[in-house]
């Protein structure tokens, strides 16, 4: 075992790379139940993400093109959710549960035909003068596109959400959807918007994945990334910069049991590939323990059909 | 437009009609969807539906229907236990893992003595060993108020990391040219879980599912526990000042649907299976969620819905061998199934009225 191989700056490097479509998907479901919707299907719509994604990529030729029907897609398969839960008042819960089913299903089935095909290469980013400052420009600045766009969307869901109008109404609805009704906001156009949103960060999440983190294609790749965003959905209290952290903390987690795998610590890989799993845990039940903080920050209608019955 | 009035209790017609509906108008949508794979959907439908239950062949199809409606059923009642109280475990197949896991070990280490009370003991083990899984997110739950559905699943994940540790290294067949993977449990007398009447598929497993449909059926008509639990998902207030006690109930029925997964995993490890691998885990625990909805969390019509999900299953089977079809259509078509269910499950708790809509 050889721990001095591993590098901190290039481990802090991989590990924003390792946390960004975690990052994305959980920033598009914070939207999501702001607004009182719990999508469960955030696993199904960063799959089906990887896939229009990486087809669309491998057939222009372009990652740019991907990322957008990656976006396209993944927000298509959100809108079933919308249909479903907004005018069928159909159960959150079930009909999440059916959107991963599906979406891993349909993912399948359209990616047969690449497996084992390489994506087109999406460039890094060497921003100038920043990425030449030592320590630092490696960790920070020489990263591709999509890290800087994961944490401008975080930022810009903090603004919007804190400062902006449509930020209030949003959380309004999220908070007491018959209340926001009764001053005359359309509480369902609302939430299929939100919904809308959250499917799009859910594919972009699930395209780095297939693009850019590993970059190919194989069935269930996500592994369990779009439920580990819910998990830190909860984890953040519903505070965009919170999730920020707890992605950043998880991707931690995750590169440096990779990192250990490499090293060849002895403890067999399976134990180690469990480990994100067992500390999402270990992190939503230290959230819950502590029941009057984590509830206070949920939004009230969260979970909850609305329907206007006048 | 339509409008949607609310109706005082549901609809006992629409109950009953909406899967059918549902199975419907998957067929349809299914069927487009073969079409746009570029296969005739007709031919691919009835390939489904029809060949195995009166196609050639059919003797054996038979047989495998109930061998894979067995685990299905077994899981989804468990399930729809938790599901009529608003208990949402979602990590069946993490469950069915640890039996099949706990069951084969029981086994294993009596290999090679031939007794009696080995098969007794696994099934002992399967079901400890899925409810003991189970019962992480229950206990988590009960005293910190844990959220079930994440817990249950990240423990899925947990569950098939352990299962390829096993089949790579403690439960690996030491006989097996250092292959990952167990000793083939179907070939060790005392704990195989074979065909009890030849040529039918009928196993151990096969008569589980069918005493859990009757026990579930039982409890949940004629049971008080089977009151609670509907009265605590149809109106947790008043489930509350009746006496149930929520954590208790938690408790209970992750632990049922736990030991019954569980059980399904050991039957299916010691027989169809036959032994610890890699790709053990086949999604069971997750097409059960189907069922369990698809039954309408009825103990007969989980039964029913369990026939109709295997028919899928080894139909798909032969439409892959026969006609081409990628397996994971099938997968894409169990899951518009749920949301063909979902959406049409409107009808039995809404009436619609058509007519001018008024100004919201």
């Known amino acids: ?310 | 437009m339509f409008m949607l009035e609310k109706r005082p209790s549901p609809s006992r017609f629409w109950t009953g009609a909406t899967p059918i509906l549902a199975v419907a108008l998957t067929m349809i949508a299914g069927g487009i969807l073969f079409a746009l794979l570029g296969k005739n959907p007709l031919e691919a439908i009835r390939t489904i539906f029809f060949d195995p239950l009166f196609g050639d062949n059919a003797w054996y199809y038979r047989a495998q229907l109930l061998v894979k409606a067995g685990p299905l059923v077994l899981i989804a009642i468990g399930l729809s236990l938790g599901f009529r109280a608003g208990i949402w475990n979602i990590g069946a197949e993490g469950q069915y893992i640890l039996g099949a896991i706990c069951g084969a070990a029981v086994g294993l280490a009596f290999y090679p003595a031939q007794h009696w009370y080995i098969f007794p003991l696994m099934i002992l083990a399967g079901a400890l060993g899925g409810w003991a899984w189970a019962m992480i997110p229950a206990v988590l739950k009960t005293k910190f108020g844990t959220n079930e559905i994440l817990v249950s699943l990240m423990l899925v994940y947990v569950a098939q990391n352990l299962l390829a540790e096993m089949a790579i290294g403690p439960l690996r067949n030491p006989q097996g040219s250092g292959f990952p993977g167990s000793r083939d449990l179907s070939q060790y007398p005392s704990a195989a879980n074979l065909e009890l009447i030849p040529g039918t598929g009928i196993h151990w497993g096969v008569i589980a599912a069918f005493v859990a449909v009757i026990a579930a059926y039982v409890l949940l008509q004629r049971h008080i526990l089977g009151f609670q639990i509907r009265l605590a998902g149809q109106a947790p207030r008043a489930a509350r000042f009746a006496g149930v006690k929520p954590d208790r109930l938690v408790l209970i029925c992750m632990g049922l649907s736990g030991a019954l997964a569980g059980l399904a995993g050991m039957f299916e490890v010691a027989g169809p299976a036959g032994k610890i691998s890699i790709d053990f885990a086949s999604g069971y625990g997750f097409t059960a969620i189907i069922v369990a909805f698809l039954g309408r969390l009825h103990p007969v019509g989980i039964l029913l819905a369990g026939l109709l999900m295997a028919l899928t299953y080894v139909g798909g089977d032969i439409a892959q061998s026969n006609l081409g079809l990628p397996s994971a259509a099938i997968q894409a078509f169990q899951g518009m199934l749920l949301f063909f269910l979902l959406a049409v499950d409107l009808l039995s708790n809404y009436r619609i009225r058509f007519g001018l809509k008024e100004a919201r």
């Open chain 1, 1 to 310: 075992m050889d721990l001095s191989a591993i590098n901190p700056a290039v481990l802090i490097a991989s590990l924003m790379v390792s946390a960004t479509p975690i990052l994305l998907a959980a920033i598009g479901e914070l939207v999501v139940e702001k607004s009182g919707v719990l999508n469960l299907g955030v696993e199904g719509m960063m799959i089906t993400g990887a896939i229009c994604g990486f087809a669309a990529a491998v057939e222009t030729g372009s990652p740019v093109a991907g990322f957008i029907a990656a976006a396209v897609g993944a927000s298509l398969l959100s809108l079933i959710f919308a249909v479903l839960t907004q005018y069928l008042l159909a159960n959150q819960v079930a009909t999440g549960l059916a959107l991963t089913l599906f979406g891993l299903g349909f993912s399948a089935m359209i990616g047969q035909g690449y497996v084992g095909m390489k994506p087109p290469l999406t460039p890094d980013l060497r921003i100038p003068i920043l990425s030449d400052i030592p320590v630092l420009g490696e960790i920070l600045f020489r990263h591709d596109l999509m890290v800087y766009v994961s944490l401008a969307l975080v930022a810009a869901v903090w603004a919007v959400l804190k400062y902006s109008r449509v930020g209030l109404i949003l959380r309004a609805v999220g908070e007491n959807h018959d209340a926001a009704h009764a001053l005359g906001y359309k509480v369902i156009r609302i939430r299929i918007l939100a919904l809308m949103f959250g499917g799009a960060c859910a594919g972009l999440g699930g395209a780095y994945l297939s693009l850019i983190r590993v970059p190919s294609w194989t069935q269930g790749m996500t592994a369990g990334a779009g439920w580990i965003a819910l998990a830190i959905v909860v984890f953040a209290s519903w505070k965009p910069w919170r999730v920020l952290l707890g992605a950043y903390l998880f991707g931690g987690i995750t590169v440096l049991q990779l990192n250990l795998q490499a090293a060849g610590v002895k403890v067999p890989v399976q134990y180690l590939s469990m480990s994100p799993y067992l500390i999402t845990i270990l992190v939503l039940v230290i959230m819950s323990a502590n029941r009057s903080r984590a509830s206070l920050n949920a939004p009230a209608s969260l979970g909850k059909s609305f329907h206007a019955s006048y």
